[in-house]
């Protein structure tokens, strides 16, 4: 098996890009530990430089959604704000702060993550300082989603076969094919997303490899600045995925009906100063950070079905975060063990 992989890599190495089938079949392998951790290294820094495919992207994810261990959710709006990392812009939590606003409007939030590997903050970071507990078991997960219409889906926790290539995505320390299918495997099984990716020419990968998989609606979004986010601070990008056609949208704050903000006011330095900034923004506090997260929470209210438009959303979402049930599931969420 060690040839097998190291003659792929080859391969890559010289430009041949994986059908869909042998990247299911190689991946198969992979998560098994059939390949030596050095081997896997090189086959990953390989599909990186060369810069993965659709195909890949797909047959990977689908490897992944098998090995996945499964979240009941009954509700077929529910949604997840994860995004792929990678921006390297240590921002606060906004995809976070986002699925409280949009659990307080009435979606229902399946929000998967992990910890950070490029910035300072990851989710499962910012909420174990929220206090909110992330090692709940699967069917604690799909009560706490009945229950509460939120629930934090821990990645290193719900992906077991992904321990086999943990040392080796630290070794590289750069995004690999895995940062890419964290959001396509949700454990909950969702179909409406908000994905945010830190290079524009990766909005079409995203997206297409969303329809590929049976994504129903999705926002694959990008910030001019950098960000794996909407963004105000400048100009925004995304596709959108409805009804099986994709669309590229170009979008500016000023649009949605918000103000530009500085970079500066939306950075941190540590999950416990990204905690603080979100409790500010759900307590109802004015400024940048709040403006940030509505812009990302309308947005998740589209794909949810709650809002026709990002302004209905981006109102949904002001009133969520005004009569404090915002705040309310955060509280709820860290009460239930």
Request: some cysteine.
């Amino acid at each position: 098996m060690a040839t097998e992989i190291d003659d792929v890599t080859r391969r890559i190495a010289g430009g041949e890009a994986l059908s869909a089938e042998r990247t299911d079949l190689l991946f198969t392998a992979l998560m098994a530990g059939q390949f030596a951790p050095d081997a896997v290294e090189r086959f990953l820094r390989a599909l990186a430089a060369r810069g993965e495919t659709i195909a890949e992207i797909v047959g990977a994810a689908r490897v992944l959604r098998r090995h996945v261990t499964a979240v009941s959710c009954t509700d077929p709006g529910a949604i997840d704000t994860c995004g792929t990392g990678g921006d390297g812009i240590s921002t606060f939590n906004v995809s976070t702060a986002a699925a409280f606003v949009a659990a307080g409007a009435g979606a229902t939030v399946a929000k998967h993550g992990n910890r950070t590997h490029s910035r300072c903050s990851g989710s499962a970071d910012v909420l174990e300082a929220l206090g909110v507990p992330t090692d709940l078991s699967p069917t604690r997960l799909g009560e706490c989603l009945r229950e509460i219409g939120i629930a934090f889906l821990h990645a290193a926790r719900l992906h077991p076969a992904m321990a086999v290539v943990a040392p080796v995505r630290r070794a590289i320390g750069t995004p690999t094919i895995f940062n890419y299918l964290g959001p396509l495997t949700n454990p909950a099984a969702v179909t409406r997303q908000i994905i945010g990716v830190p290079r524009a020419e990766l909005l079409p990968l995203i997206a297409e490899a969303l329809r590929r998989l049976g994504a129903v609606h999705a926002w694959v979004v990008h910030g001019d600045d950098g960000l794996c986010d909407l963004t105000t601070t400048t100009t925004s990008r995304y596709i959108e995925l409805r009804d099986g056609r994709l669309t590229e949208h170009a979008l500016a704050p000023e649009e949605a009906g918000l103000p530009r903000s500085k970079p500066s006011e939306l950075l941190v330095d540590s999950p416990a100063a990204s905690a603080d900034m979100i409790r500010a923004v759900l307590s109802g506090q004015p400024g940048p950070a709040r403006h940030h997260t509505l812009l990302n929470a309308g947005a998740a209210l589209v794909v949810a079905g709650r809002a026709g438009t990002l302004k209905v959303g981006i109102k949904l979402a002001a009133d969520s975060i005004d009569t404090g049930r915002a705040a309310a599931k955060l509280e709820a969420l860290v009460q239930f063990r």
